[in-house]
């Protein structure tokens, strides 16, 4: 796919791998439309990349509809979904409480599907488009204290391709990124510490694979693909 004046939505899209996708891509010629919670962080990417910005949770229904209805009144249409806003929480399973685990899937995973669905909408009437969600090597094993991220990104692994299974009929492209450790202020977000090192993957790594998905030809895609660090230190 020419990327050239295609029109994609990037969820989380004010820093990190959200920020990073969305500015790929608006170099590759698209125009781009992010979400985030924080107003302030989403204005100032916004203009600093040159994106649309439209302040959502990706956890409530009503900002969802709301997202979609503004990304077509403006642009007029829609060729991209980065399902890409996240969050993390990490404990051990004796500390694990409710309103965490409930947090992180009410973003990752009911966040995702909401924003699937309504892209999905979109996609099957015009018989063409792009799902790209943003999973982790989170999605293929589980670790200590990884009860609800981990859970969450086995969810959107099995969401993905119940998606693909659903979609291509339709021409809908439906591809999953699991990036390893990126260095982005996620960490600190989830509560872990996180040593930066020039050998570890950035944001503009991932960006750069899910532009090249995006940009191969229409007659096929990339599944899932997964990427990590060459040998990063710790």
Known sequence: MNLTDKIALVTGGSSGIGRAIAEA???AGAKVAITGRDQTK???TAKAIRAHAIQADVSKEQDVERTYKEVLD???DLDILVNNAGLGVFKPLVEMDLASLERVLATNVTGAMLMGREAAKVFVARNAGNIVNIASTASLRGAAHGTAYMTSKFALRGMT???????RKHNVRVMQINPSEVITAFAATAGFEQAAHPSKLQAEDIAHMV?????????GFTTELTI???NPVD
């Open 74 to 76: 403006t642009f007029g």
């Open 161 to 167: 391709e119940c998606w693909r299974a659903e979609l």
């Open 228 to 230: 990590f660090a060459t």
């Open 42 to 44: 989403l204005e100032n």
């Open 211 to 219: 532009k090249a998905v995006l940009e191969m030809h229409d007659r």
């Open 25 to 27: 891509l608006i170099g």
